[in-house]
């Protein structure tokens, strides 16, 4: 494949709001040892994203300064070491950054292929939630058949990822979400949903015996509301924090009722271990997928160029589903 010297990327110009991306261009990257070059079809857009916008989320030692966490496309070059991929193999894959652009790299195991019957558009919004969902709600928290499931923000990526893989696990799922129309996207994929303007998800919870497991982005006040809602033994995971870190909280709950509260951010995680979420993603997840059992919910699709508008898109909280920037021919 003939590579170009130049590409076009979106770059943060400084911290701050939407409007510090720009596009620009920058030299392809070159893929080194274990490594491959994908020509990005597609771009996840992710609350991340919009972090390290802010200055507030880094990229890891060696990433690229560009956004992007998620991206699809086909592999137009191989680094050394790389046999798992050929030249314009499709594929998804996570990123360490730099998926809004037309050229990124990546280690060879942290991409996937794309399932069959998916297209690049949905396959771009696979990768950075159902890392973070398998990684978080399986590997980290156990969900295991039969238990109480609540995921806070249920028509988000995150949320319409987690209810559709915890209802394919067995799960009970409560989810919640800030509209009726929200609400109801969620149900449909298998949830109750709870309007939290409307409703109190402690007392709903509670009546139902208390959530085995609660997978957490908001952070601030849900916290201490989170450990109301739990079940004995129960335990909750944070991955975010909307509303902030920091809460008051009575541990003498958690070490009375034997709470477990843990949480994990993908990022910064080492290589091995995203290989790992990967491999099992490919033999657990894939099949979900191929089955008919978890689809993409998209909300909306932006051009590269209007990367700005995407961000203010989901800041704006009235998405459903995931955005994504079309990059190849965008």
């Known amino acids: ?5 130049q ?5 943060i110009t400084e911290a701050g709001g939407p409007d510090v991306l720009v596009q620009s261009s920058r030299a392809v990257p070159v893929p080194h040892h274990g490594e491959i070059l994908i020509e990005v079809a597609y771009a996840g857009v992710n609350r991340p994203d919009a ?27 191989l680094g050394s070491g790389v046999t798992q991929w050929a030249v314009g193999d499709a594929v998804c894959a996570l990123l360490p950054g730099g998926g809004y652009a037309d050229y990124a790299t990546c280690p060879a ?3 996937l292929p794309v399932p069959v019957g998916l297209d690049l558009k949905s396959a771009a919004c696979l990768p950075e939630t159902c890392f973070t969902v398998w990684s978080n709600v399986v590997m980290r928290g156990g969900l295991k058949a039969g238990e109480r499931f609540l995921v806070h923000g249920g028509s988000s990526g995150i949320g319409t990822t987690a209810i559709q ?7 009970r799922v409560f989810t919640t979400a800030g509209s009726p129309e929200k609400c109801a996207a969620c149900e449909g994929l298998g949830a109750s949903a709870i309007n939290y303007k409307t409703g109190d998800f402690v007392d709903i919870l509670r009546a139902e ?7 957490d982005m ?32 009575n541990f003498a709950q958690v070490m009375m009722r034997r709470l477990l509260i ?6 910064p995680q080492s290589d091995a271990a995203k290989a790992e979420i990967a491999a099992q993603l490919r033999a657990h997840v894939w099949p979900m997928i191929s089955a008919g059992k978890l689809r993409v919910i998209h909300d909306s699709a932006y051009p590269l160029a209007q990367a700005a508008m995407a961000h203010t898109r989901m800041e704006s909280s009235q998405h459903i589903g995931k955005i994504v920037l079309e990059v190849a021919g965008g």
């Open 165 to 171: 893989i915890a209802k394919a696990l067995g799960a």
């Open 262 to 267: 843990t949480g994990s951010t993908l990022r």
């Open 218 to 249: 908001v952070g601030g006040s849900y916290i201490a509301r989170n450990i109301k809602a739990m079940a004995d033994d129960g335990r909750m995971v944070m991955i975010a924090f909307l509303e902030g870190p920091k809460a008051e909280i």
């Open 109 to 111: 195991e942290h991409a």
């Open 1 to 5: 494949m003939n590579l170009p010297a």
């Open 7 to 11: 590409m076009r990327c979106v770059e």
């Open 209 to 215: 015996g208390g959530a085995d497991l609660i997978l």
């Open 51 to 77: 972090l390290q916008r802010l200055g507030a989320y880094r990229p890891p030692p060696g990433a690229s300064d560009l956004p992007g966490l998620e991206c699809s496309g086909r592999v137009a070059a």
